[in-house]
């Protein structure tokens, strides 16, 4: 039997705890979403944090009450609305007007010589996620009494809002004995180590936090989670073995998600996510807005992946798929401002996506992959993006690594021009889109015209594949979860494909029962 895994780290504060891991990175249940509004929602916000506040200090320690009085001090702080209202005279959007302003603040302060100083900035991201949970109605979570908070760094209203009664301890990634959390967890002593390092486990595993000794032990099987690295250049091959033809030709059979309620479901033994749909994850203007709420139920859709590759595509908003607080935006229609070109046109919004998933890759297989692309400069910008908000991530010592970037093929206009796109690192067919826009549809027709359709962008297929240069090349869209249209997407050379889960058992049998030229297997 494998022994536990024992942590080095540094304490906190004194004592020992056991119980079952709280993850605080795992998401809840997304809240109904709501429109954010303006300047006025923003006050309103803040004075509902301040009472929020002002609630937890009543009865707490002279210590408690300080902290506590800073981060109200800094809410009332008449520059920090006056820099937020600046940016939105620039027309940017109230929720990213707050983050941009008070992430300003954080990151001057993680700079600082002095570690009290850095030591604030947790307190300032404590007041920003409050803040933005106001705006969309999302109060901050508690955790069960007893459990062991596990995490990077934890806010001083949530160890404040939280029974300690009942026992747990407190096990953090990152954080600082100089800390604010530290100095209440002795207070009220509370086991407490920091500097532990990314390790893997799950919601409920037991955890052992040695306060004395400074130290985590975790059940048999924990791990370390790795520094950075480059990831494989292979994170979307197809993976040999796992399903075949009838003439022995691999296939790799993946799954689209839409819900964050369905990456339970997700059997790593058997398939890998081709497409991940981050907007149906992402409800209103403030989710878009709050990273770690994104990094949460990234990283569990990979921890959930395992050893397989996941695929996920950024926010494609825009047209049919509204984001609750933006919907004032000119050119959000179908065929205007959407996909990629919102996210570079909004990069705020781009931003926060791009800081989220960076920090997610280091936990798994993970590829990014673009909406809406039609020209292939905007691969190469959005690719400067990803560079320049790593090299803030690595400014501030967070663990990230930069994942394979490519696009879905859904404008003909760039299934004509495969060629020209030599920054994408793989390519995915979305035929939803690409039959809308092939045949001159309207979204609500198309269901009717794709049969009519079909071979116009089997066709297209086909030619687009021989422009691909061998990188690897799937089809996420409806028409890969129709057994009538794989002889001709097998011909046209097509070797991945991602389906509805619900969709997946008769797309396997189907496979097998062809060659790879799409032709039917002898004795069919």
């Known amino acids: 039997m494998a022994e536990p895994l024992r942590l080095k780290a540094k304490s906190a504060s004194p004592g020992i705890a056991s119980g079952p891991a709280f993850l605080a990175e795992r998401p809840d249940a997304a809240p109904a979403s ?119 760094d934890m806010e001083p209203s949530r160890f404040l809002a939280h029974d300690w009664s009942k026992g747990g301890g407190i096990a953090l990634f990152a954080g600082s004995t100089a800390g604010h959390v530290a100095l209440l967890a002795r207070a009220k ?54 399903l075949r033809t009838a003439d022995g030709v691999a296939i790799q059979l993946s799954i689209n998600i839409n819900d964050p309620a369905e990456i339970d479901a997700l059997d790593p033994a058997t398939a890998g996510v081709g497409l991940m749909r981050s907007e149906f994850s992402i409800t209103s203007v403030a989710d878009a807005a709050n990273e770690e709420r994104q990094l949460a139920i990234y990283r569990r859709v990979l921890e959930q992946a395992g050893e397989k590759p996941v695929i996920i595509r950024m926010l494609d908003i825009g047209g049919d798929k509204p984001l609750a607080g933006l919907e004032d935006l000119p050119g959000l229609s179908a065929s205007g401002l959407r996909g990629i070109r919102l996210l570079l046109a909004r990069p705020e919004i781009a931003r926060v996506q791009v800081r989220a998933l960076l920090r997610a890759a280091v936990f798994g297989r993970l590829s990014v992959m673009l909406p809406m692309v039609t020209f292939p400069d905007e691969i190469d910008r959005m690719r400067e993006l990803f560079r320049e908000e790593a090299e803030k991530l690595g400014r501030r010592s967070l663990l990230h690594r930069m994942p394979p970037i490519g696009m879905m093929v859904e404008v003909p206009s760039a299934a004509l ?108």
């Open 417 to 524: 021009m495969l060629d020209t796109f030599g920054s994408a690192a793989f390519f995915s067919f979305g035929t939803n889109d690409l039959t809308q826009y092939l045949a001159a549809s309207a979204r609500d027709d198309i269901d009717a015209d794709a049969g009519k359709a079909a071979p116009a962008v089997l066709r297209l297929i086909a030619q687009a594949v021989k422009l691909t240069a061998g990188k690897p090349t799937s089809i996420c869209g409806d028409m890969a979860g129709n057994p009538s249209y794989l002889p001709g997407l097998l011909a046209a050379g097509l070797r991945h494909f991602s389906v509805a889960p619900a969709r997946r058992p008769a797309i396997r049998s189907a496979i097998i029962g062809l060659n790879a030229d799409g032709t039917k297997a002898a004795g069919e």
């Open 34 to 152: 709501r429109a954010v509004g303006g300047y006025s929602a923003l006050e309103k916000a803040i004075d509902i944090s301040i009472g929020e506040l002002e609630h937890l200090a009543e009865g707490a320690d002279a210590e408690s009450r300080d902290i506590i009085d800073f981060q109200i001090e800094v809410l009332r702080d008449p520059t920090i609305a006056e820099a937020t209202g600046a940016r939105m005279e620039v027309d940017e959007n109230v929720v990213f007007a707050w983050v941009a302003t008070l992430d300003a603040y954080i990151g001057e302060l993680e700079a600082a010589d002095e570690e009290q100083m850095r030591a604030r900035a947790v307190d300032i991201l404590d007041i920003k996620n409050r803040v933005l949970g106001a705006l969309a109605g999302t109060p901050i979570a508690d955790f069960p009494p007893g459990s062991v908070f596990v995490g990077k």
């Open 189 to 242: 002593s509370v086991p407490m180590v920091v500097g532990t390092g990314r390790f893997s486990a799950a919601d409920g595993d037991p955890v052992r936090v040695d306060g004395d000794a400074g130290a985590v032990v975790l059940k048999a099987g924990g791990m370390l989670i790795p520094a950075p690295a480059q990831a494989p250049a292979s994170d979307t091959q197809t993976e040999s073995g796992e």
